[in-house]
């Protein structure tokens, strides 16, 4: 009996090791060994309870495996990377993260008539209306999201419901509390935070507000800045257009004071400076392109840059093809080309990097008027991931979308 007890104990180290190896408890530095099976292009974690592995795709990576064995490949070689069709998807030089920059045909056409998909019921605060809106996003799913100026919230209307749209920011009246807004002019989405960042126009200040059922008030980003459009890099850095200062300010996320990196030399029409800058838009070299609105340009800044060069318009407001009246709304594709909202003239345009002296008309250039061809001070603009364009038609309370024609 002793002698049995003694080959027990024994074999007892030996038994151990092995459930240890059946439940996946080998002892640490699984991961440090051949990155834990996980392939050079995963993450390799282990859990501190149970020391079994987990492999993760690397940003800019997608799974084509599934859990138990991870295949991970480069996302832009996987449906482009959820670009779309008309895009370019390359990868961040430092992160890796996917960035999607549009490169629709220079010769690409929409369709001249608009459809409604949200508002166009006069103006109003009905769940169904709109008041004077200003900026806009169209997320993955086809949700708008757009700034409803006069009614002082963030309204969002989802793809195939254009009868009833949900207010997801403000909407208390106007005030400077926390749950409200006061004319909000820009709204942009922050994916890793889930949240809106919001240009509070009115209360000249920065808002954020979470995209949770839940939420009730949002939290002050940047306080005291004369904000009218937003735009976001890659990095999460905020870029804000700034009446007061006539320039546009570059903010690290969640810090208050930012870095001029245009205008910020008074309010005139020389090269480095602005009168009063409105939307704009930041491309994959973080070159900044403003719509300068009274001096009736688009502005092209390129980082580090003392002074802009003219890329849209610049020749007194006016309803030629070479001239704009008052822009508003931009939007810039992987080659270079402006499209811009041309207010004054209702309609939006075309400028591409071979004609600078002119552009062509997209969309509207009717007259104002409440067609499904015309526009009446269109404001903001963006593309879907199929490319169709949006703009919200100011002056009708409505959002329109065009859509890309297709070529065989």
Known sequence: MVL????????????????????????????????????????????????????????????????????????????????????????????????????IPANANWAPNGVTVAGGNGCGNAANQLFWPGGLFVDNNQTVVTADFANHRIMQWRKCDATNGQVVAGGNGKGNGLNQLNHPTDVLFDKKTNSLIICDWGNHRIVRWSRRRDTAQGEVLIDNIYCWGLAMDERRNLYVTDWEKQQVSRHRFGEQTGTVVAGGHGKCSGLNQFSNPTYLFVDRHHSVYVSDKENHRVMKWTKGATEGIVVAGGKCGGCALSQLNCPQGLLVDAWGTVYVADSGNHRVMRWTQKDKTQGTVVVGGKGAGTLANQLNVPFGLSFDQHDNLYVVDNNNHRLQRFSLEKHC
């Not at 439940?23 to 995963?42: F, I």
Request: net charge positive; charged share 15%; with cysteine.
């Open 4 to 103: 049995h007890g003694r080959l027990l104990y024994a074999w007892l180290p030996l038994l151990v090791f092995l459930l240890q190896v059946f439940h996946g408890r080998l002892a640490e530095g699984c991961c440090s060994d051949n990155n834990g099976g996980c392939g050079k292009n995963a993450l390799c974690s282990e859990d501190p309870t149970t020391s079994a592995v987990k492999c993760t795709c690397k940003t800019g990576f997608t799974n084509t495996g599934c859990d138990e064995k991870v295949v991970c490949k480069d996302s832009c070689t996987i449906k482009n990377g959820g670009c779309g069709s008309h895009a370019v998807c390359s990868h961040h030089a430092k992160t890796n993260a996917v960035i999607c920059t549009s490169h």
